[in-house]
């Protein structure tokens, strides 16, 4: 692996593949250009656009592409996988001189987006979550995919597919209960990521500021607090004992001069009202006064979209780094990647966006 924040020379090279074997097959020398997204709200998770001086679907038919790139440091010479993308939708531009084909290409994850389940399809309660989709998309799709082994969860009722799903969205929301979501390799072969909090992910690339730096100077930090609650309302019913239903109701605020969203500082109520909490058994008023404090601050929390721009480095949407952009008061806070840009040019530019949170309220000292 090069060091990438030294200097190296840099070029990119481009293969149609074989969709059975996942291979290189022919090597494109007539694509002038590329860009790579990555982005987390998007169903195929990736995709590029080329262009190039054929049209490939006319000369090859619907067909893979996969991008490197290439570096050489020290006079060592690597190759960096940047994705596979089937191209799709072409575009034909001419100048009077010299025609381009402009071609969009998306992620292994369409073929799952562009066919369907069978109407009525339906899973069977109690069987394994995660064996399931796996089959589902083995049989689905011609990508490689990476199989879970070990996740034991299991379905609570049958999960029937409606009329308009795709597989692609029926098994999103059937990964759902095991709480994984689709992942994809740097060769976008079809992984399942574990749907983890960001606090308990190790940061596994920082940026820094410093002379050595892959930022780019400029960095926008977006952050909103509309909708964040100062108040909050919350009622239970349960069954006592005797079979009759007993109601609790709380109110708790943050009133603390400290935070900048209290009522203190707004000067204003903010209220959130929760009428089915998520409980089961019998509390006590304080029990559940201490639980709705407790809702309260997990509500308050601020989420930051930071924009930045940076020389490649292997990372990838859904990856945790620390930011350590002290001219701009981001100091060693850890951030889940959720959208790229890769500018395949001189240089290899990557835009990225990355979420973090920070605490506006601290309700209680846990111990």
Known sequence: MPDWTKSMEQTYKFYIIDPNTWKDRIRIDTITSCTITRDFTT??????????????????????????????QNGVRERHCLGTFIVQTPSVKFDGMHKSVGMDAYSPLLELKDNKPPIGYSAMKNI?????????????????????????????????????????????DLMANAKYRFGLTDKSEIIFDKITDIKALPPIYTFNDDNSSL???????????????????????????????????????????????????????????????????????????????LYLENLSTLEHTVSFSHGYVPVT?????????????????????????IHCVTGCTVDTDATYTTELWRAIEHG
């Open 43 to 72: 169903e195929t998770l990736s995709s590029a656009s080329f262009d190039c001086d054929e049209d490939l679907t006319q000369k090859y038919g619907e067909c893979y592409v996969r991008v490197y790139l290439i570096t050489i």
């Open 128 to 172: 394994n979550t995660m064996r399931l989709a796996s089959e589902l998309v083995y049989e689905n799709c011609r990508a490689p995919v990476t199989r879970v082994q070990n996740d034991a969860n299991t379905l609570k009722s049958d999960f029937v597919a409606n009329p308009d799903d795709s597989w692609l969205s029926y098994i999103s």
């Open 215 to 293: 930022l780019l100077p400029s960095i926008d930090d977006k952050r909103d607090l509309y909708g964040i609650p100062n108040a909050l309302e919350m009622t239970y019913t349960t069954q006592g004992t005797d079979g009759t239903n007993e109601y609790m109701s709380v109110r708790v605020e943050n009133n603390d001069e400290n935070s900048e969203i209290s009522t203190v500082r707004r000067g204003r109520v903010v209220l959130e009202r929760v009428t089915d909490p998520t409980l089961t058994g019998s509390y006590t008023k304080e029990q559940f006064k201490r639980y709705a404090m």
């Open 317 to 341: 949407i859904g990856d945790c780094v620390r930011l350590n952009y002290r001219r701009s008061g981001i100091v060693d806070q850890r951030a889940r990647i959720i959208k790229q840009t």
